[in-house]
C-alpha cells in the first residue's frame, strides 16, 4: 500500500489501533487460550473465545448495514437474510461433513432421515466441496440481492417503502425456511457439526483459528469500507445520500451505485454469516427473524451510522450488554433494547462515535 493510499484510509493514530487490534486477535488471544493453563488468572477460557468471535460477526455485519445505510441513505429491515443465507451455505457443507458419524448412521443428514428422504435434493449436491460451498456463500446472497435491488432501485423504491419491502422479504424467507419439505432442517435448522476441513471443530485450536479468520475479516473489510467511502465512488454514494434528484441532474445514473454497494453489502453480511455458524454451531431460520434485522440497524445508529467504526462499537456495546441481559433478567431484554434506542435516538442521533467526533470538532474550533 502506498504512502498515499495510506494516509487518505486512516491516519496514524488508527492504523496503530487497527494493528493493535490485530495484534491481540490472531497473537494475544490464542496464546492466552492454548498456552496459559486454565487455572492462570491469565487464561482466556473457551466460552469468551467463542462469544467475542460471534460479537465480531456482527460487527461486519454492522458494517455491511453502514455501508449502505450510513453512507447511502438505504435503510434496510432485511440483512438479517443474507446473513442466515451465508449461514445455511456453511452449514450445508458442515453437515455434509458429518459423514456417517450421525445418528443414523447414513450419508444423508439427519434431519433428511427422520424425514424419510431418499437422496439430497440438487441444490445440495457439491456442497461437500468446501470451496463450492464457500462459492454458494458468496453467489446465493449476491444474486438474490442484485436480482432484487435491480428491480426494486429500478422502480426508485426508496425510504420506509424499501425498509418494508426488505423486512417482508426476510420474513417471507424465514416462513419458507421453517418448512421441512424446502430441505433445510425446518424449525430446527442445521447442528451437531463435527468438522471442517477434516479438524475437529470443538477443538480448542480450530476455535482459536476460526476466531483469528474473523478478526482478520473483520479488519479487511474495514479496509475495504474505508477505501471506498473515500474515493470518488463514496462521494457519489454520500450525494445520492443527500440529494439523489442533484445526482440525476448532474448527469450520474444511481442505479449502478446504489445496486454495486447494496449487493457488497449483502456479500459481506453472507461472509459474516458463514464465519458465525462454525463458531456458533448451529444455524436456523431464526437468523432469519425480521427483529434480528431490526437489531441490526440499532446497532448501526447506537454506534454512529456513517462512520464505520461506530457500527462496529454499537454491535459490541450492544451484544455485549445482551449477553448479560438475556441470562439475568431475559423477559426484559426487548424493552431494554427499545428504551436503548430511543435514548440514543432523542440524546445522541449521531450516536455513540458521531457525537464523540462532533464533541471533539467543537473543542478544536475553540482552541
Known amino acids: 500500500m502506498n504512502k498515499t493510499l495510506s494516509s487518505r484510509l486512516f491516519g496514524p493514530k488508527a492504523w496503530a489501533a487497527l494493528l493493535a487490534f490485530t495484534l491481540v486477535t490472531v497473537v494475544l488471544v490464542p496464546v492466552l487460550n492454548l498456552a496459559v493453563p486454565e487455572g492462570s488468572a491469565f487464561h482466556l477460557s473457551t466460552y469468551w473465545v467463542t462469544l467475542i468471535g460471534k460479537i465480531m460477526c456482527y460487527a461486519i455485519v454492522a458494517l455491511a448495514m453502514d455501508l449502505v445505510w450510513g453512507y447511502t441513505g438505504i435503510l434496510s429491515l432485511g440483512h438479517g437474510i443474507f446473513f442466515a443465507l451465508g449461514g445455511y451455505a456453511m452449514g450445508m457443507y458442515l453437515m455434509r461433513a458429518i459423514g456417517r458419524e450421525g445418528n443414523y448412521q447414513s450419508d444423508l443428514p439427519d434431519f433428511m432421515v427422520f424425514l424419510n428422504w431418499k437422496e439430497l435434493p440438487w441444490y445440495w449436491q457439491g456442497t461437500e466441496h468446501f470451496l463450492w460451498a464457500m462459492l454458494l456463500v458468496v453467489l446465493v446472497p449476491g444474486l438474490i440481492a442484485l436480482v432484487f435491488g435491480f428491480f426494486a432501485f429500478r422502480s426508485r423504491i426508496k425510504g420506509v417503502y424499501f ?205
Not at 449483502?266 to 454451531?281: H, S, T
Open 163 to 367: 425498509s418494508i419491502i426488505t423486512q417482508a422479504l426476510t420474513y417471507a424467507a424465514m416462513l419458507l425456511f421453517f418448512r421441512n419439505e424446502t430441505g433445510f432442517g425446518g424449525n430446527n435448522g442445521f447442528t451437531d457439526f463435527k468438522r471442517i476441513l477434516g479438524f475437529a471443530i470443538t477443538a480448542p485450536e480450530t476455535r482459536v483459528t476460526l476466531f483469528a479468520l474473523t478478526a482478520l475479516a473483520l479488519a479487511g473489510f474495514l479496509l475495504l469500507g474505508r477505501y471506498i467511502v473515500t474515493s470518488k465512488l463514496g462521494r457519489v454514494l454520500a450525494a445520492i445520500r443527500d440529494a439523489e434528484s442533484r445526482v440525476m441532474f448532474s448527469g450520474y445514473n444511481p442505479l449502478p451505485y446504489k445496486l454495486f454497494i447494496w449487493t457488497l453489502s449483502a456479500v459481506i453480511c453472507a461472509i459474516a454469516g458463514a464465519l458465525y455458524v462454525p463458531q456458533v454451531g448451529i444455524i436456523n431460520p431464526g437468523e432469519m427473524s425480521p427483529a434480528n434485522s431490526i437489531e441490526i440497524a440499532i446497532w448501526t445508529a447506537v454506534g454512529g451510522r456513517g462512520t464505520l467504526v461506530g457500527p462496529l462499537i454499537g454491535a459490541g456495546l450492544i451484544n455485549g450488554v445482551k449477553s448479560w441481559f438475556t441470562v439475568a433478567f431475559p423477559e426484559y431484554w426487548l424493552y431494554f433494547l427499545g428504551l436503548i434506542f430511543i435514548l440514543v435516538t432523542l440524546w445522541l442521533p449521531r450516536g455513540v462515535v458521531g457525537q464523540l467526533q462532533a464533541w471533539f470538532n467543537k473543542k478544536e474550533e475553540r482552541a
